[in-house]
């Protein structure tokens, strides 16, 4: 089965990491993408950049309506992701808790709906 | 020989829970074994008074649903392949007629906890499930002992168990490094079973009784599985103590009666005993959760003769040890009762007056009712019955009502 782990972090948190300490985080990161790539779990995955940069987009009766910034305000904010494929709901918890921003935001797992899954829906 | 009715219900009462895990391992699919496990028991009720009972009646059922699954996902033309995967696997598992290991069985009750006492499920819904699908109680009664309506319910499992298949929730029983976790969370599952049926005040009494003897039977089956887990034990111990004064804790009238009014001829000795030493091992054995110190208050007082001869000086020893790791306002204030019978009244109220100066319980009952009785004790009436009067406007539950009630009208007649 496959996963998204989306990871909340709040981003006015994250401004005031002083730069060492975002460089060692970054290597953190690095080293966990490449544990679960030789694991065999990692299938893709993403840092954002800020919601500063976000744009949202909704079509209403046939009219373009483009806004700035996220759809919704929130503590924490979507600042990446991880695609994965795990044997099941307990494997992808266990991978998401590795992930580096579990420990200051929170990690959503979401599984991912199979194609054939969507047809039938 | 054939089962009569009543046993083949009792049967169905015992017996469901064991095989509809087994079921679920082997289908991997909750809807689809209790479905298909309905089905074999009509099928059973009809040949069976006939035919006579089988041998083995739990394999002949589990055989009879698992073809019941696999002629079903046959006519669904599209899961063609699972059902010829299933053909092949569980024919291999399960011989018909033959006998299913003992501890294969307790292995797929095991697992069928865990996946119910999931996290990822909500609460409310992980009681429920436990209840329907290890204990074999049907969604009416869950509903009728939770006071929930049946289709809430209803709505409550069916969620549940789409969760269960959608987002990969495994039947497995946990690693050793998240077993402890899990197993809290399982142990809390079964203990709120047990307090729904305790606590609870309204409802239909045989149902809430149903829940207590639910709740028991799981930390049972908990021990039995995993006998290595001392928490677990003590939580056993805490529920068989709590529940052996069961007949004393209510009146005839159906008003509650405090422990230390309790006719303690109405506790179940066999029980205290049988409580006291599954809390003794448990001890022994490194527990030193909520459970287990819960289970040592509750060993003292079901153990000492009178309500005189109650060993307050330890009980007050154990709650400032919960205090220290289990912070709650309840704890707060039962630790405060128990300094007030150990060392003096006044004390004790002097330390409900401290909670009360916090503000932070304003809306907590058991505050009032607690300094209410303590000034009762002092012969403090007229403060003691204000202190009542304040504990009825904050209290919901009936029986609890009732109580503060009559207590408040014994201190106006003074």
Known sequence: MQYLLLIYRSEAEMAKIPPADLNAMYAEYGKFTQEITDSGNYVGGNPLKPTATATTVRVRDGKRVVTDGPFAETKEQLGGYYLIEANDLDQAISIAARIPGARAGSIEVRPIMSRTQAVQA | ?414
């Open chain 2, 1 to 414: 020989m054939a089962l009569a009715l009543m046993d083949f219900d009792k049967f169905h009462r015992e017996e469901s829970g064991r095989i509809l895990s087994t079921l679920i391992r082997l289908l991997g699919d909750f809807d689809l074994a209790e479905e298909t496990l309905q089905e074999a028991y009509a099928v059973a009720l009809q040949k069976w008074p006939m035919e006579g009972t089988p041998a083995n009646p739990r394999s002949w059922l589990i055989s009879t649903a698992r073809h019941k699954a696999i002629d079903r996902l046959r006519r669904e033309q599209r899961f063609e392949r699972k059902a010829e995967q299933l053909a092949k696997t569980s024919e291999a598992t399960v011989q018909p007629e033959s006998e299913i290991e003992e501890d294969m069985v307790g292995d797929d009750r095991l697992r069928l906890i865990f996946t119910c006492c999931h996290p990822s499920l909500p609460l409310e819904a992980r009681v429920a499930l436990t209840l329907r699908t290890v204990c074999g109680i049907t969604t009416e009664e869950i509903s009728r002992a939770f006071l929930t309506p049946l289709a809430t319910m209803a709505q409550r499992l069916v969620r549940a168990k789409g969760k269960i298949r959608e987002a990969g929730i495994p039947y497995r029983v946990p690693s050793q490094e998240e077993l402890r976790d899990r197993l809290d969370g399982v142990l809390l599952v079964v203990y709120l079973i047990f307090n729904e049926g305790y606590l609870a005040s309204s409802g239909d009494a045989l149902v809430r009784q149903e829940l207590c003897a639910e709740a028991i039977r799981l930390g049972r089956v908990l021990c039995a599985l995993m006998p290595a887990q001392a928490e677990a034990r003590a939580l056993l111990g805490l529920m068989l103590l709590h529940d052996s004064r069961r007949d004393a804790r209510v009146s005839a009238e159906g008003e509650l009666v405090l422990l230390e009014e309790q006719d303690r001829s109405l506790w179940h000795a066999e029980q205290i005993r049988e409580g006291t030493e599954i809390v003794e091992s448990a001890l022994r054995n490194g527990a030193a959760g909520i459970y287990a110190l819960q289970a040592s208050i509750a060993a003292l007082h079901a153990n000492a003769k009178t309500a005189a001869e109650t060993d307050w000086a330890q009980i007050a020893a154990l709650y400032d040890v919960l205090l220290r790791t289990h912070a709650s306002p309840v704890i707060e204030v039962n630790r405060a009762v128990a300094v007030a019978m150990a060392r003096s009244v006044e004390e004790g109220l002097g330390l409900l007056d401290e909670i009360e100066k916090r503000e932070e319980l304003e809306e907590f009952h058991l505050l009032p009712a607690a300094q209410a009785d303590l000034l009762r004790r002092l012969g403090r009436n007229e403060e003691a019955a204000e202190a009542y009067r304040r504990a009825l406007s904050l209290a919901t539950n009936d029986i609890e009502r009732r109580f503060l009630r009559r207590r408040l009208g014994e201190i106006e007649k003074l």
